[in-house]
């Protein structure tokens, strides 16, 4: 059974890791991204295994904390497919001609004139 320290502790770990999350990807911080990452899915492991009673609203606010860092990741990959296509390189998803085939968009841009 899960005492009130211990679901504190795990809310805890939880925010912390939410926190390192953000600022890993305010940061640009991919290792500091994979470790937060890590960390929190272990806290909702350990809150999964048993809710925490009376702590809804800490949730609640947890639960925000984390679709604001997915919006913010999500904002984060298109800058990244943005520099990608401005780069020269195709997205990673196939282009359908006419005939239903799969094809890679081959468009290309110079960056430099030599």
Request: hydrophobic share 40%; glycine share 4%; charged share 30%.
């Amino acid at each position: 059974m899960t005492t009130p320290a211990t679901s504190d502790a795990a809310l805890d770990r939880l925010a912390c890791a939410l926190a390192e999350e953000r600022r890993a990807l305010l940061d640009h911080d991919i290792e500091l991204l994979v470790r937060s990452t890590q960390e929190k899915l272990a806290a909702l492991r350990e809150l999964e295994a048993e809710l925490p009673d009376g702590r809804a609203e800490r949730l609640a606010e947890l639960a925000e904390s984390n679709r604001s860092n997915g919006a913010l990741l999500a904002r984060r990959r298109r800058e990244v497919n943005w520099a990608l296509r401005h780069l020269g390189r195709a997205e990673s998803s196939p282009e359908y001609d006419a005939q239903g085939q799969a094809q890679q968009l081959q468009s290309r841009r110079d960056l430099a004139v030599v």
